[in-house]
């Protein structure tokens, strides 16, 4: 894989472990970049784990149009108008199967709707999920209703799912390891790729043709699948070994300090370019 600027017209972030930093927070540099790459007339997409609100958020702050891809690809937004372009959502059937092997392992439930997140205990891991997507997580017994989920996630230390590794292997629906203490589940043909692949084809955008940056283990199908894809120093193994480039470490800020520094020198090649082409043809008569 080769980063060739000028065949680069889309580029996909994840947000969390990516572009925000350590605290969640996407800086000032990262909304500049996000600006920038939307003034460069690059499609800019963003593709997260977040809410649709939380992601909505960084979407209309960066300026950007392009639909945002939020709940890990079960929802997907126009940031213009605020309408859902998508949603798939899991069956009944399989959230109670989810609960269940929950309680059985003694793993803390989140439930994620289009517009809210519930579980059933105060935790650190409650606290983390309310503050990435700015808004608390509902805590009560039982959920509000078991329809309309987009996503579940499970939570517990990194050994005691080190321990469960095949149980979860075995899981229906499948539960796949995000983070050391996370996995999820999502609808059929809602994880990220999936829905990657559709937003651009939606958008006329061939994914040789998008550039891509990603930390987590759930990141690394779409990375595998587009022109060129760059890893943060901080992502799983797994994205590491399949990145076409590393970068700088999330906390600091090197997605947006790449990003800044790629468009500065895409801008300058084709000034240059502009320029040559201009020099190189006879004057008219």
């Not at 460069?40 to 960066?62: F, K, M, Q």
């Not at 149009?65 to 937004?77: E, Q, W």
């Not at 499948?174 to 999502?186: A, C, G, W």
């Not at 090197?254 to 990003?259: H, K, N």
């Amino acid at each position: 894989m080769h980063l060739r600027s000028h065949a680069t017209k889309a580029v996909v972030l994840d947000i969390d472990g990516t572009l925000a930093r350590e605290d969640h927070a996407v800086s000032d540099a990262g909304y500049r970049a996000l600006a920038a790459l939307e003034s460069a007339g690059l499609r800019t997409i963003l593709l997260t784990g977040r809410s649709e609100s939380a992601a909505l958020t960084v979407a209309t702050r960066g300026g950007l149009t392009s639909p945002v891809i939020s709940c890990s690809g079960a929802v997907v937004t126009d940031p213009v108008t605020g309408s859902r372009l998508d949603v798939r959502t899991i069956r009944e059937s399989d959230v109670l199967e989810t609960l269940a092997f929950a309680e059985a392992n003694d793993l803390q439930p989140f439930l994620f709707y289009a517009d809210s997140q519930w579980s059933d205990r105060e935790s650190s891991a409650t606290r983390t999920v309310s503050a990435i997507n700015g808004d608390p997580v509902e805590v009560s017994r039982h959920p509000k209703s078991l329809s309309g989920i987009v996503k579940i996630m499970l939570s517990a230390e990194a050994f005691r799912l080190d321990a469960l590794s095949a149980e979860l292997a075995g899981t229906t629906p499948q539960l796949h390891r995000t983070l050391p203490e996370l996995v999820e589940s999502s609808a059929p043909g809602a994880d990220k790729w999936d829905t990657l692949a559709r937003v651009l084809d939606q958008i006329g955008v061939r994914p040789s043709e998008a550039l891509g940056f990603g930390d987590a283990d759930a990141d690394a199908e779409w990375m595998s699948h587009i022109g060129f894809a760059i890893a943060v120093e901080n992502a799983s193994q797994r994205v590491l070994d399949s990145a076409a480039l590393v970068v700088g470490h999330h906390r600091d800020d090197a997605v947006a300090r790449f990003l800044l520094r790629w468009l500065s020198e895409r801008a300058a090649t084709t000034s240059h370019a502009i320029t040559s082409r201009a020099e190189s043809t006879p004057a008219s008569r």
